[in-house]
């Protein structure tokens, strides 16, 4: 399968993508909305061809979206990940890829949508936060949930203590998830991410 990778900054979970490796999807595509992202160096030294479409080129969103969704439809993309990329999609580009595309996302969804998660979760208390891959839908930080990994949070934990210990998790359960839908492992069925084969122990670990 086709992979292709939206960032905007660093571009550590990409790297976890492209370390991963598998039979069954590569990257075949890294696109930044930020032209400057570390990130897009990390896929041109790994070979994998970049582009830039900057969000403050266009005139509104819809002009924007056209321009990813134009990229990733000519690199013959059929798996969009989001891999820290810090742009709203619009309704258009979701319903166009829709269970074609997944965000990584660094908290125990539904709780802490949008920024600063780890602050927040210190703030709150929480004793355990972690990281959630889950498919891409109009609400922000929403859609079926495909993986989540949790880690515990530590009495003399700062952000970016926590931060680190939810960062190595995203890193593992992020190819994880791509490999689960690269190899059609995992289905969306009322808006839940199921089992094909029910008997699949990793994706269906109590069993
Ligand atoms: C990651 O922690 C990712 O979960 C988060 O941005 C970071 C990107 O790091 N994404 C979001 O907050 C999206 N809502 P990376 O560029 O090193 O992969």
Redesign the pocket.
């Known amino acids: 399968m086709r992979v292709g990778v939206l960032?905007s900054?660093?571009?550590?979970?990409?790297q976890a993508l492209l370390d991963a490796g598998a039979a069954s999807w590569n990257v075949a595509l890294a696109i930044s909305n930020e032209p400057d992202a570390p990130?897009l160096a990390r896929a041109g030294t790994a070979g994998v061809p970049t582009r830039t479409v900057p969000h403050r080129d266009f005139p509104d969103r819809p002009a924007f979206e056209e321009a990813l969704d134009a990229a990733l439809r000519a690199a013959e993309i059929e798996l969009v990940v989001l891999?820290?990329?810090?742009r709203v999609l619009g309704p258009d580009f979701v319903a166009r890829w829709r269970d074609r595309s997944v965000?990584?996302?660094?908290s125990l969804l539904p709780a802490f949508r949008g920024?600063d998660?780890h602050r927040r979760a210190l703030e709150a208390g929480v004793r355990w936060h972690g990281?959630t891959v889950h498919f891409v839908r109009a609400e922000l930080?929403a859609g079926p949930i495909v993986l989540q990994a949790a880690v515990p949070v530590r009495p003399d934990d700062t952000e970016e203590s926590l931060a680190a210990r939810v960062?190595a998790r995203?890193h593992h359960v992020l190819p994880m998830a791509v490999g689960w839908i690269a190899e059609g492992r995992v289905r969306v069925e009322d808006e839940r991410v199921v089992a094909v084969d029910p008997g699949d122990s990793s994706v269906n670990p109590s069993q």
């Open positions: 960032l900054g660093r571009g550590s979970n990409l990130g891999a820290g990329f810090m965000n990584i996302h660094p920024l998660t990281c930080d960062l995203e």
